[in-house]
């Protein structure tokens, strides 16, 4: 399995932690990554409102510098970057005027981009749809049996619609890590946006969105919550000591990355995963993982009172 | 230097139950489309045979359209499936005779679906502004001998 | 050769883009084109009469009527002609409505095309023969299918009217959606009282053969003379031994969560009638549950039964029926709201679906009437009824299910009514009341106290803040009213879920040779002026097959249904289709082809003379044959090889003709 690999921006920065451990994973899974030479930013959220063009061309130059015949798929750790990179090249398949103008910018720096040869592929889609979580489960050699760990896919990985994974209700983040014999609950806000750059714009706003969130994993006894993109990693990470100091809470939720987990699942050292990059500290986490005690699963009593419940649409053998 | 053909001449050919019904749908909720279509009612697409096919690209039409029930749907419960049988190799029959595939469009379109027949019906009035006109074609037709055809 | 051609302007529908006086004049010019007039309303009996005039003065033997499509009005014309005097066959229609002026924006396009239209007509005309169409006469037995209360009025009716009717439904008994409600809006009488003598009726009718547990299989024939394939499945009771004690479904020891008429909230044993007003009576085994069909021991029905009418050797039967004419109420699917993950059915417990919280509601349900959370003890304080799960959203349905709303404002009074004092919500887009005495109602529920927020409700969550909140479910929305966004907890959440077509609407729609519209539900002849007939003769829909709609407008279809065929079977005859097909017996070369294209087997091979013959009572007219013959030998009436080439050749010759003539360079 050989893809392009776009890093990102923020692996050179907040998410350094999140690129390095995809890169460490992957070699373990045989995924072979070829980093984009001399990629760029790919704007973020803000260039597109700002100005249309010059922000597809920032993107498209990314696609173009891949070399589409050797690698027909490029693989973002981001969930931002992977959003863009597909609206890019989904939207100039769609639009002539658009695809024309792009390529008329890129000819300036002697590129051209034909859409529809290179797709996008979020890591976490690669590892659990192309890997399979059956094979990372044989690959792993620590069980995660100690653990709670709260998925939480973030706003941009199942959107827009048509991902692939569901955009209300995602699944292979939580198949992933129950796999690895973590305790999953099922964590209703998976998909909720994390407030993005509010902080920046808006903090009284961006503290009630990661309040909403922390809360939640806090009441679910969640030992960590576990992120494929490096935006949700920094929010949820940096601010908590703010969401705890705004509204009296107390929340030490160490957020860490899914590669992150992968790592320790198949054995790597902790010292190599780059912990010590986060706010929080993943010491208890680590500490629980270390001391093995398998979290036992609430036994489900048959109340002959209850009501019956439906199945999830997932669980529904009919539907399936 | 090709022809440019501003208007290409159409027939089609509707199946009474669904196709004809559909165009009556997409009049009555007004979707508009070209005008180059001339619409002629059959009971089935069954019903429509290949020599009837030839017989309107002699006479100049510079695309046809057979139009069904979808396979399953059809009033007469399996006369469509003689016409998604017969069309295909109809179609090779008109590479023989030198005429492009793309001048005969074989599509379901049911009852329901009137914006369908619309959109497809736009689709292929645009396709065939991009052929030459078939009038100007027919004398080539004739000249276009077996013998060229073994000869590739 | 005398013509006739009539060119309708239709008010402004045709007027406004074809120059109706233009091409009426261009007609004029057309080969044997004896008159040519246009007129306001060809349709209007004055219109009728201009043609009927001309016939008799002029002697006209062909007419032509460009106006709309012959789907709405070529019986109209026909008619017309025929008390000219004239064979209704010689008279054909251009659709210069629906086919040129409603979808062309440029008049001088539309007017073009219809002239190309009008010219093929003409064309086409010339090659008309006379047809007589042979009578049959009707069955006067009649296939109901579908034992809700559309099927049930329409059964009633027409056995009232002293007719055989087969009544199928594929449930263990009849009833339907409308057995499973409580009350019903506005007038809140209960619906099991009202409907329940009904089904007694209809089950004990003598003219009504009652096949519950049964499937139609297969439907051949026409109008007047179709014949059923039922599938009558084995209950596994002997019904003549049978005396509905229940002394079996009270000692069966298999409990099973009963998915249609408890909607899922309650349980039902493997044998089990679905509720005690059931009819039949007759309990059945389901086989999938039954501990002695699984696993080949247990028979403690048999053991308790006092009149020895378990039978588990009993097998599927199949009956043919025949029958004049069917009607197809089928009803709806209730929407999967599992499928909204946002609105957490099936993940939270305390989130119910509408028909659920109906079950819940109706005294004889699983919590006797009682308004309980999931946990079966708990009473709410706060309930949420959020409207349109599934319905008016372009991502599920785009339709308005229609009773929604109706349903809802009397979901909020049920829960006001069991639970003084309780805080109801609905978070509804719009309230939709067409119907007698519903905005009355809606008013009353205003003034009861129900609180209405205006807005999609966006999602419902267990992410709960503070202790207040503890176990409570949060549904947010904007509420478009005072444009903020709401966030309220409540402990209970109802889905006021929309209305589906059946599952396997597009199968049964198949077995009777009917059409489904877009979104599944079956599609009638014409949407406004016959909603009951289908593209089919002689196969007519009621209900909320045709597409949602409450209990006053099913029963009253079920009775239009009714009446349409009881004009049928008044009638006696009907009259068959006289454009068939003809073999030439001289040119036949023998080889069968046509047999094989024949969807009805309706062609004979006749050893002795070795060539083809049609079987007139067969053919339906479709002409795969004609396509399939190799000699050229079938002909079918009235869509013969010269009539369509001639109007193939009217249009393209028009089209020529009226194209500009190339500038010299």
Redesign the interface.
């Given at each position: 399995m050989k893809y392009a690999y776009y890093p990102g921006c923020t692996a050179e920065a907040s998410g350094a932690a999140y690129d390095a451990t995809s890169r460490m994973v992957a070699k373990e899974l045989g995924i072979e990554l070829q980093e984009i030479p001399d990629w760029n930013c790919c704007g973020a959220t803000e260039y597109f409102s700002i100005d249309h063009l010059p922000a597809y061309a920032l993107v498209a130059r990314n696609l173009a510098l891949v070399d589409a015949d050797e690698t027909p798929q490029v693989i973002a750790p981001c969930s931002a970057c992977y959003i863009n990179l597909k609206k890019v090249d989904e939207n100039m398949l769609k639009h002539k005027d658009l695809r024309a103008d792009v390529n008329e910018a890129l000819a300036e720096g002697g590129l051209s981009y034909t859409p529809g040869t290179v797709r996008a592929r979020h890591f976490l889609d690669i590892v659990c749809n192309e890997v399979g979580c059956e094979a990372v489960r044989e690959k792993s050699v620590h069980s995660m049996d100690s653990l709670i760990l709260i998925p939480y896919y973030g706003c941009y990985i199942g959107r827009p619609?048509q991902n692939f994974d569901?955009t209300?209700?995602p699944q292979s983040l939580d198949r992933l890590l129950s796999g690895l014999g973590a305790h999953v609950p099922?964590y209703?806000?998976k998909s909720s946006c994390c407030g993005g750059h509010m902080p920046q714009i808006g903090m009284e706003i961006a503290l009630g969105i990661l309040?909403?969130l922390l809360?939640?994993a806090a009441?679910l006894n969640g030992d960590a919550i576990v992120v494929p993109c490096p935006m949700c990693q920094l929010n949820l990470d940096a601010y908590q000591s703010y969401v705890n100091s705004r509204f009296g809470t107390d929340f030490h939720i160490p957020i860490v990355y899914f590669t992150q987990i992968l790592g320790l699942a198949m054995g790597m050292d902790p010292s190599t995963l780059h912990f010590g990059e986060n706010v929080v500290s993943v010491e208890p986490m680590l500490e629980k993982l270390k001391a093995a005690q398998p979290i036992e699963k609430p036994k489900k009593k048959r109340?002959k009172?209850?009501?019956?419940?439906?199945?999830?649409?997932s669980q529904?053998k009919e539907q399936l | 230097m090709t022809e440019i053909n501003k208007?290409p001449?159409i027939?089609g050919f509707l199946c009474n139950?669904?196709s004809?019904?559909g165009?009556?749908g997409?009049?009555?909720a007004?979707?508009?489309?070209?005008?180059n279509i001339?619409?002629?009612?059959?009971?089935?697409s069954?019903?429509?045979?290949?020599?009837?096919v030839m017989?309107?690209f002699m006479?100049?039409?510079d695309g046809v359209m057979v139009l069904g029930?979808h396979i399953?749907?059809?009033?007469?419960?399996?006369?469509n499936h003689?016409t998604a049988k017969?069309f295909p190799v109809f179609h090779r029959f008109m590479d023989y005779m030198g005429i492009d595939r793309g001048r005969l469009r074989i599509q379901w379109v049911?009852?329901?679906?009137g914006l369908l027949f619309?959109e497809v019906v736009t689709e292929f009035t645009e396709s065939l502004r991009n052929l030459p006109p078939m009038?100007g074609q027919l004398k080539s037709l004739q000249r276009h001998t077996i013998a060229e055809e073994i000869q590739g | 050769m005398k013509i006739g051609v009539y060119t309708c302007h239709c008010g402004s529908n045709i007027a406004a883009k074809v120059d109706c006086e233009h091409v009426a004049e261009w007609a004029s010019d057309l080969e044997g084109v004896e008159i040519s007039r246009d007129y306001s309303f060809m349709c209007s009996s004055l219109g009728q009469e201009l043609i009927q005039e001309d016939i008799q003065k002029l002697g006209l033997d062909r007419v032509v009527v460009a106006s709309c499509?012959?789907?709405m009005h070529e019986p109209t014309f026909r008619g017309a002609c025929q008390r000219a005097g004239m064979n209704p066959y010689l008279c054909e229609m251009s659709?210069i409505?629906?086919?040129?002026s409603?979808?062309?924006?440029?008049r001088g396009?539309?007017t073009?095309?219809a002239k190309?239209?009008i010219a093929?007509s003409v064309s086409r005309v010339r090659y008309h023969e006379p047809l007589f169409p042979k009578q049959a006469p009707v069955n006067d037995a009649t296939l109901v299918v579908g034992g809700g209360v559309a099927g049930i009025q329409a059964a009633l009716e027409i056995a009232n009217a002293g007719y055989r009717v087969y009544l199928v439904e594929r449930e263990p008994s009849v009833g339907g959606h409308m057995a499973q409600l409580d009350k019903t809006f506005p007038t809140l009488d209960c619906s099991a009282c009202i409907l329940t003598p009904k089904m007694f009726e209809a089950g004990n009718h003598e003219n009504i053969t009652l096949l519950t547990y049964s499937e139609v299989e297969k439907v051949s024939g026409y109008i007047g003379n179709f014949t059923a394939k039922i599938r009558v499945r084995a209950r596994s009771i002997d019904e003549v031994l049978c005396t509905g004690c229940g002394l079996c479904e009270e000692k069966c020891p298999v409990r099973i969560?009963d998915d249609v008429f408890e909607a899922?909230?309650?349980?039902r044993k493997a044998v089990y009638r679905p509720f005690p007003q059931a009819v039949p009576k007759y309990p059945v085994i389901d086989r999938e549950h039954c501990t002695y069909f699984l696993k080949g021991k247990c028979r403690l029905c048999e053991k308790v039964c006092p009149t020895q009418a378990i039978d588990y050797e009993q097998q599927d039967r199949v009956l043919e029926v025949e029958v004049g004419n069917i009607i197809v109420a089928t009803g709806y699917d209730a929407f999967?709201a599992?499928?909204?993950?946002?609105y957490?059915?099936?993940?939270?417990?305390n989130v119910f679906?509408a028909l659920e919280f109906e079950r819940m509601t109706n005294a004889a349900g699983?919590?006797t009437g009682k308004v309980?959370l999931?946990?079966?003890?708990s009473v709410p304080k706060s309930v949420a009824i959020i409207h349109c799960v599934g319905s008016r959203d372009v991502?599920y349905r785009e339709h308005c299910s229609r009773v929604c709303c109706m349903y809802s404002l009397k979901f909020a009074h049920l829960v006001l009514e069991k639970l003084p004092g309780a805080d109801v919500y609905n978070f509804y887009i719009d309230i939709r009341t067409p119907g007698k005495d519903y905005e009355e109602f809606y008013h009353r529920l205003l003034e009861e106290g129900t609180k209405f927020i205006r807005g999609r409700a966006a999602s419902v969550?267990?992410?709960?803040?503070g202790e207040e909140e503890e176990g409570k479910l949060i549904v947010t929305g904007e509420d478009t009213l005072i444009g903020e966004q709401r966030r309220v907890p409540v402990d209970m959440v109802v889905l006021s879920t929309g209305l589906e077509p059946r599952h396997d609407s597009?199968n049964v729609?198949?077995t009777f040779?009917i059409?489904?519209?877009?979104e599944g539900f079956f599609?009638e002849k014409h949407p406004k002026l016959d909603p009951i007939a289908t593209?089919?003769d002689g196969v007519f829909i009621a209900g909320c097959a045709q597409g949602p709609r409450d209990i006053p407008d099913t029963v009253a279809q079920g009775s239009a249904a009714a009446a349409r065929v009881l004009s049928i079977i008044g009638k006696g005859q009907v009259e068959i289709e006289a454009?068939i097909a003809e073999v030439n017996a001289l040119t036949c070369v023998g080889c069968q082809m046509c047999i094989g294209?024949c969807?009805?087997n309706a062609i004979d091979f006749l050893e002795d003379r070795m060539v083809a013959e049609v079987n007139e009572a067969l053919c339906?007219?479709?002409?795969?044959c004609?396509?399939?013959c190799l000699s050229k030998s079938i002909t079918?009436h009235h869509?013969t090889?010269e009539q369509?080439?001639a109007?193939?050749?009217g249009?393209?010759d028009t089209?020529?003709a009226l194209?500009p003539v190339p500038m010299e360079a």
């Open positions: 619609e569901d209300e209700n099922d209703s806000l309040r909403r809360d939640l009441k109340d009172k209850a009501l019956p419940m439906p199945l999830p649409l529904d | 208007e001449k027939i139950w669904c004809y019904a165009a009556d997409a009049g009555m007004r979707r508009k489309y070209p005008p001339k619409i002629i009612r059959v009971p089935c069954g019903r429509v045979s290949p020599e009837l017989r309107t006479q100049g039409a029930c399953g749907d059809c009033h007469y419960s399996d006369g003689r017969r049911s009852a329901s679906e619309a009038r | 499509s012959p789907h659709n409505r629906e086919h040129a409603w979808v062309h924006e440029d396009e539309a073009d095309k190309a239209l093929a969560v899922g909230l309650g349980r999967d599992r499928r909204i993950p946002q957490g059915y099936g993940r939270y417990p679906s699983p919590t309980l999931r946990d079966g003890v991502r969550s267990d992410a709960t803040l597009h729609a198949r040779s059409s489904c519209s877009r599609k593209m089919t454009a294209s969807p009805y339906k007219g479709c002409g795969t004609v396509a399939a079918l869509f090889d369509l080439v109007q193939m050749m249009a393209m089209l020529f194209e």
